[in-house]
């Protein structure tokens, strides 16, 4: 069992920089792949990016990519989401989701948090 809460959303003019934070309970946070993703309050929920259980590969949706990066911090149980250049189309609310599987393949995400708003203005 793993819970999860994010942290460090906001609002931030464009061009900006936000860096959320997800902190995991639970000891076997380092066993499984982490993955960030977003919503807006009507559409679908969308990919963001994800990382493996050891840091050592990540991949992200095209329309993030260079722009954001994911790290993670196994000793403190914690993920990472560093997000630049940030556009008004950038707007949700993210969500970040511990699973297991390939990052690369869909992997299967059975905990998540609660989610962190970010606002992004023009």
């Known amino acids: 069992q793993v819970q999860l809460v994010e942290s460090g959303g906001g609002l931030v003019q464009a061009g900006g920089s936000l860096r959320l934070s997800c902190a995991a309970s639970?000891?076997?946070?380092?066993?499984?792949?982490m993955g960030w993703f977003r919503q807006y309050p009507g559409k679908e929920r969308e990919f963001v990016g994800a990382?493996?259980?050891?840091?050592?590969?990540?991949y992200y949706t095209h329309s993030v990519k260079g722009r954001f990066t994911i790290s993670r911090d196994n000793a403190k149980n914690t993920v990472y989401l560093q997000m630049n250049s940030l556009k008004p189309e950038d707007t949700d609310v993210y969500y970040c989701?511990?699973?297991?599987?390939?990052?690369?393949?869909?992997?299967?995400?059975?905990?998540w948090g609660q989610g962190t708003q970010v606002t992004v203005s023009s």
């Open positions: 989701a511990a699973g297991t599987g390939s990052i690369y393949y869909g992997a299967n995400y059975a905990y």
């Open positions: 639970g000891r076997t946070f380092s066993s499984y792949a």
């Open positions: 990382i493996s259980w050891s840091g050592g590969s990540t």
